[in-house]
């Protein structure tokens, strides 16, 4: 049967049903999930909503699924929403061609949203805005002494291997100051903000030293650094935000040791993506 738009609208709504529905439907929690037909723009948008959408669950002796369900656009817009959505179950018998499915544009953007998909979906990058779910998030922090050279641009890791500005060890004097600017840069494709958070990875510990850190204007935020929670204003693709640090050498410095900062700078965006710089120096 046909349902008309609007339908199938809340919570578990029209699970399993079987039939075309029209555009603005499945909108709700696990609405949808099983739906076997196609269904109009602006629908499946909701948590888990029509999972397993137009998957052929009949038995073996079923040999083609009849119907070849199309998601419109501006649809599946939801954690694990059209998750497995037109996949082909485990059936020698049975054989979907994927081909045929689609998803428009502005769909597809949530968590986990049309994982195992079987189905062509329209182009993230269409849509008017970049959603959070098809943005690009990279950060790409590097860092330079004063008069020094920079390091770790369009380089991208965790432990700051190649973003590290490391000076001679025993170079310094009690007394002496040397600033760095660790720079956090946008790579990606949509604006983001970062933390920038800094550890103190001196073997041994780095007593005797004083590191502090300041925005470029001038303002101290070195708790803020320290705790991991300082965050960059919102930066469009390809901006750049400077922190400084000074690094005085105390009178407690013993000599020859060093002082050492790793500094994780992390989107806002998605946490799980982050690109880390370092600094090492020393008393002589
Ligand atoms: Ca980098």
């Known amino acids: 049967m046909a349902f008309p738009a609007s339908s199938c609208v809340g919570t578990l709504a029209c699970e399993g049903v079987t039939g075309s529905i029209g555009e603005n439907s499945c909108n709700g929690q696990q609405a949808c999930q099983g739906l076997v037909g196609d269904v109009g723009a602006n629908s499946c948008n909701g948590t888990q909503a029509c999972q397993g959408l137009g998957n052929d669950n009949a038995s073996v002796v079923v040999s083609v699924v009849a119907v070849t369900p199309t998601v419109g656009s501006g649809s599946c817009n939801g954690t694990q929403a059209c998750q ?3 996949s082909t179950p485990l059936d020698v018998f049975t054989f979907v061609a994927a081909a045929e499915k689609s998803i428009g544009n502005y769909s597809c953007n949530g968590s986990a949203a049309c994982q195992s998909l079987m ?8 849509n008017a805005s970049v959603p959070a779910a098809c943005a690009v998030r990279k950060p790409d922090g590097h860092i330079r002494r004063s008069g020094g050279a920079r390091h770790g641009q369009n380089v991208y890791n965790l432990d700051a291997v190649g973003q590290m500005s490391i000076e001679a060890p025993r ?3 009690v007394g002496a100051v040397r600033w760095y600017y660790v720079y956090v840069q946008n790579d990606g494709d949509a604006a983001d903000s970062f933390t920038v958070g800094a550890a103190d990875n001196t073997p041994g510990g ?6 502090r850190y300041f925005r470029p204007a001038g303002a101290e935020i070195t708790a803020a650094v320290e705790s991991g929670t300082f965050t960059t204003p919102e930066l469009g693709p390809g901006r750049t935000f400077a922190i400084r640090a000074r690094v005085q050498v105390l009178a407690g410095a013993v000599r020859g040791s060093q002082v050492q900062r790793l500094f994780t700078i992390t989107s806002v965006g998605d946490s799980a993506v982050k690109d880390a710089v370092g600094f090492l120096m020393g008393r002589r």
Do not use: E, I, M, P
């Open 171 to 173: 170079r310094y004097r």
């Open 206 to 211: 780095s007593a005797g030293y004083s590191v």
């Open 119 to 126: 189905a062509s979906v329209g182009d993230c990058q269409n």
């Open 84 to 86: 497995g959505a037109f």
